[in-house]
């Protein structure tokens, strides 16, 4: 099916393969690192998260998350793992198939909206990688920020002025 727009918020281009599925230790690590960084959190409290969770069995790694995240007021406390396991569910099974996925070309043009921080980290590569991937072209803006940070305030706002902007160029152009 055509559509007007692909849109990219900061995200790195596929693997051209597939790799294994990442351990359950490895998912609730990158769960807690995602959950306490969306919420504007630094990096020490995703490692005292990753400390405290290290050597767990996997059946309790989440409800220890849950009463650490509680304490750190990333969560209220009435949000408990009844709560946080469909959560935790929906981030394994995307990382699961990012890293399944296989990358094949796409025929049309993207929009790729970076922040500073992953442009800064990665650079041209990450460009390369998405034009081997879009073969119609790639439209690349960078907002300052990290990758949680252009979804709060203030850098949410202008994301999004930006790809209005972005939404109502595509929808003048005829499609293929």
């Not at 409290?45 to 304490?71: I, N, Y």
């Not at 996925?101 to 796409?106: C, D, L």
């Not at 690349?140 to 706002?157: F, I, K, M, N």
């Amino acid at each position: 099916q055509e559509v007007d727009l692909v849109a990219l918020i900061d995200t790195l281009p596929p693997a051209a393969e597939a790799s294994l599925p990442a351990p359950e230790e490895e998912l609730v690590a990158r769960f807690a690192e995602d959950l306490a960084r969306l919420l504007g959190h630094n990096l020490a409290m995703v490692e005292r998260f990753s400390d405290e969770l290290r050597g767990l069995p996997a059946a309790e790694k989440l409800d220890q998350l849950t009463r650490l995240a509680q304490e750190a007021g990333l969560l209220p406390r009435d949000f408990g793992p009844a709560e946080i396991r469909p959560l935790f569910a929906t981030f394994a099974a995307n990382f699961q198939a990012s890293r399944a996925y296989a990358r094949r070309p796409y025929s049309g043009n993207v929009a790729l909206f970076l922040s500073s921080q992953t442009f800064d980290a990665y650079g041209p590569e990450i460009l390369d990688g998405w034009r081997r991937a879009a073969l119609g072209g790639v439209e690349a803006s960078t907002l300052p920020g990290d990758h949680y940070s252009l979804l709060r305030r203030p850098q949410v706002e202008r994301l999004a002025g930006e790809l209005t902007a972005r939404i109502a160029a595509a929808a003048e152009r005829p499609l293929n």
